[in-house]
């Protein structure tokens, strides 16, 4: 079977599988009383501040010089109060270099602790914070992931609401820790946004 074949049988796999379980999140949710007051939707080029249940389905592609590579990621949130939510993001990475055999293997298992501050819930603002955790369930052989770096990675959010628009500001800095004696691997600083314009109510609930 040839290696795009099989990338597009696991995507329907998942996909399935996210519209299975994403209707019972969101019932468990609502029944929950998660879904109230400032509440910011799921931008496609960065994440939601507001801690959710959901369960989110990612395709992600990339074309290098020396080959391609594809990974499938699924992230499954579980909010246990409107400020609080546990984070739990699971990648699966497909490669197909230009010389040699295409290989996959699982990436590395991120779970975060996600916290919202809503002091300034009438202004439409809403405060984040958090930290991520990098766990080394990826193969370095493979070019999968790694095998022993851990990385811990506090962040920072926010996210502003005015009439129908939506502003997201994501700031990350990743920590790698465990490296192999003369191993160098560099800290890292993230950051992105996204602005997200409602076109109606119909679009908003959707």
Known sequence: MSYWIQVALRC??????????APCAGEAQEEQGHIHGLH?????????????????FELGEEWEADGNATEIELEGEYAFHRSFSVEVFAPYVFLDPDLGPATSGAGNL?????????????????????VAVGFPTGDAKAGT???HIWELQ??????VSVADFEVV????FGIPTNQDPGEEVETAFLYDFSVLYHISDSFRDW
């Not at 329907?12 to 379980?21: G, M, S, T, Y």
């Not at 910011?40 to 959901?54: A, C, I």
């Open 145 to 147: 992931g790694s095998d």
């Open 40 to 56: 910011f939707s799921h931008p496609l080029f960065t994440e939601s501040v507001t801690p959710d249940t959901k369960l989110r």
């Open 169 to 172: 500001a994501w700031s990350r």
């Open 110 to 130: 991120e779970v975060a602790l996600k916290f919202a501050n809503f002091a300034f819930e009438e202004r439409g603002v809403l405060l984040g914070y958090g």
């Open 12 to 21: 329907c796999a998942l996909v399935v599988l996210a519209l299975a379980v």
């Open 154 to 159: 506090p962040f920072l959010n926010l996210g």
